[in-house]
């Protein structure tokens, strides 16, 4: 069996951390200030990923070229990713749902 390069292997495994710290933590913080620190977390993959933020771009100008400025739709693409990191907070903090109990308190 091919063993991966040891870059990746610390990438992968630095990233598996990095996700349990955040399933761990995500129950421990209001939820208010959970967002916001997730919607943080997708400003700086915004920052961090140039090939979903480009592709980002390019379908948002494909669906509102002829409605949007380019502006607007650079700053609708930095909504999209502040939003994919608030939707992946709220999957993180909805793991510990086992019943409607706990469906009533989230």
């Not at 610390?10 to 208010?32: A, E, H, T, V």
């Not at 993959?45 to 494909?62: D, I, M, N, Q």
């Not at 930095?78 to 019943?99: T, Y």
Request: aromatic share 14%.
């Amino acid at each position: 069996m091919e063993k991966r390069p040891l870059v990746k292997r610390i990438k992968y495994s630095s990233l598996y951390l990095f996700i349990q710290f955040l399933i761990f933590s995500s129950n421990l913080l209001p939820r208010k200030v959970w967002l916001v620190f997730c919607g943080w977390l997708g400003k700086l993959a915004y920052v961090f990923s140039p090939k979903p933020r480009e592709r980002t771009f390019y379908h948002l100008g494909l669906a509102f070229g002829k409605e949007k400025s380019t502006q607007e739709i650079v700053r609708l693409s930095k909504k999209v990713f502040i939003m994919l990191g608030k939707n992946a907070g709220d999957i993180l903090r909805s793991l510990k749902i086992k019943s409607l109990n706990d469906l009533n308190k989230f």
